[in-house]
C-alpha cells in the first residue's frame, strides 16, 4: 500500500458523505474519493485502485450487502463496512463476503482509525493466509505427483522407493528442471503409454 492511503467512500446521502470525509481527514491524511451511486461502483473501484473501500449503509439487506462488497473488490483490498443497524447473521454474511471490518451502530468520528487500521491487518491476514493455503495446496499436489512418478519407476525398472526418488532427482538436477516437473512428464507419458 502507498504511503499516503487512497479511500473509496460509498454513501449516496450527501450529507453523510461529507461527514464521513471530515471525519476521515480529521483522522490522518489520506487520498479521499466518493461514490455515491453503486451501480458504477465496480468500474470506479478498479478506474481508482484504491487501498481500502469504506462503505456506510444505513440499513443494509443480505443481497445490498453481498453486491456492494463483491464489487468492492474484499479479495483484493480491505474494505470496511459500517452500517447503523444489523439483521441477525448480517455480520457473518459480511465476513463471509470478504469485509474485513463491519462495524454496527454507524460512524463515529473517533472510530474511523482504529476500523481502518484493523479492516488493514485482518486483511493482510486473510491474504498471507490465503497465499500460504495456495502454496500449501501446490505443495501437496506436487507431492502426489512425486509419489505417482515413483510408483511407476518402482513398477517397471523394479526398484525401490529411494532409488526411484533418486533417478527422478538426479534427472531433475541433469536438466535443471524441478522434481515436480520430470515426475509431471513421467506420470504424463506413463498416461499416454497405457
Known amino acids: 500500500m502507498r504511503e499516503k492511503l487512497s479511500i473509496i467512500v460509498v454513501e449516496a446521502d450527501r450529507d453523510r458523505a461529507l461527514n464521513i470525509v471530515d471525519s476521515l481527514h480529521e483522522a490522518g ?14 468500474r470506479q473501484i478498479e478506474a481508482s485502485r484504491p487501498d481500502i473501500v469504506l462503505i456506510d449503509i444505513s440499513n443494509p439487506s443480505r443481497d445490498t450487502l453481498e453486491e456492494l462488497a463483491l464489487v468492492s ?51 493482510r491476514l486473510f491474504q498471507r493466509m490465503r497465499t500460504e493455503l495456495a502454496e ?25 522407493e529411494e532409488e526411484a526418488y533418486s533417478i527422478l532427482r538426479r534427472t531433475a538436477m541433469d536438466r535443471g528442471k524441478r522434481l515436480a516437473d520430470v515426475a509431471e512428464a513421467l506420470v504424463t507419458a506413463a498416461d499416454l503409454l497405457t
Open 29 to 42: 491524511s489520506y487520498d479521499i474519493q466518493v461514490i455515491s451511486e453503486p451501480t458504477r461502483l465496480a
Open 73 to 123: 473488490g474484499p479479495m483484493e483490498r480491505p474494505v470496511a463496512m459500517f452500517v447503523d443497524r444489523s439483521e441477525a447473521g448480517l455480520s457473518a454474511a459480511a465476513i463471509e463476503a470478504g469485509v474485513s471490518a463491519y462495524v454496527v451502530d454507524g460512524m463515529r468520528p473517533e472510530r474511523i482509525k482504529p476500523v481502518l487500521d484493523a479492516a488493514i491487518a485482518r486483511f
Open 136 to 160: 500449501t495446496k501446490r505443495a501437496l499436489e506436487e507431492r502426489k505427483v512425486i509419489d505417482r512418478a515413483k510408483g511407476i519407476l518402482m513398477k517397471s525398472r523394479g526398484l525401490g
